[in-house]
């Protein structure tokens, strides 16, 4: 066991039974002239949160702790994206750009387009496990629940944007179906209004997990590394 340390109070975890999940890392949060840029959203934090990303998916590489991404999309053919009678289709930004500006149609969080990729910073190695979504948390129409089961997995650190959207739900979904949620603050980067950032970190500090930063999951990285 690694002491972590985290608040509201530090804790002990396996890294053995850790994996971290980062969420929504896509040119569509993160980019200028990506989905959340073109809606108007304030993305100046993501730099800085592609950097703690890189530090922490390097580390976690060599410590042997598994890494999974996430990935807002839908096909082409928005077949998985809802009808008018989903509220997704009323609410989710990218088919309400879509829809709204059809010089985007086709383009904005759809299966193998430019928006859709991982940061080029922070791509995928061969052989690590990216899942698909198409709603805000990663447990909802997807596999991730029954994978993390069969590896017997339990803590959960939470990287990506938005923090008080596709992170939080993820975060929130993991903690209802009995997993550990560790939300890293400084690898995560919200949308709207501040206060929406920070309510996100209360929750998790107080009701649905624990909150900690880079420094102090590389600190526990190697400390107890699964690689001998």
């Known amino acids: 066991m690694t002491r972590l340390e985290a608040k509201p109070e530090s804790i ?24 959340l840029d073109l809606f108007g959203a304030d993305i100046s934090g993501a730099a800085s949160v592609i950097q703690v ?8 590489r ?11 999309t839908y096909k082409a053919d928005l077949s998985d994206a809802g009808s008018p009678a989903s509220p997704n289709y009323h609410k989710e930004l990218g088919l309400k750009l879509m829809r709204e ?47 993390l089961r069969a590896k017997n997995i ?17 975060g929130r979904d993991a903690f209802f179906a009995e997993y550990w949620p560790i939300l890293i603050e400084d690898a995560v980067n919200h949308t709207g ?10 929750n998790f500090e107080n009701i649905f997990g624990w909150v900690t930063n880079s420094k102090k999951v590389l600190a526990a990285l190697q400390q107890g590394s699964v690689n001998p």
């Open 12 to 35: 002990d975890i396996d890294l053995k039974r850790s994996v971290f999940i980062i969420v929504d890392m896509q040119n569509a949060f993160a980019k200028p002239g990506g989905m």
């Open 53 to 60: 990303n890189q530090q922490l998916i390097n580390a976690a």
């Open 62 to 72: 060599k410590a042997g702790v598994e890494i999974i991404y996430l990935a807002m």
């Open 101 to 147: 500006k059809p010089e985007h149609t086709g383009k904005l969080l759809i299966d193998g387009t430019w928006d859709w990729q991982i940061v080029d910073e922070l791509s995928p190695k061969d052989g690590e496990m990216l899942i698909r979504k198409p709603r805000y948390s990663g447990f909802v129409g997807t596999n991730l629940d029954s994978y």
């Open 154 to 170: 339990r803590n959960l650190f939470l990287t990506g944007i938005t923090t008080n959207v596709c992170v939080e739900s993820t």
């Open 193 to 202: 209004p501040d206060y929406c950032g920070a309510a996100t970190l209360w």
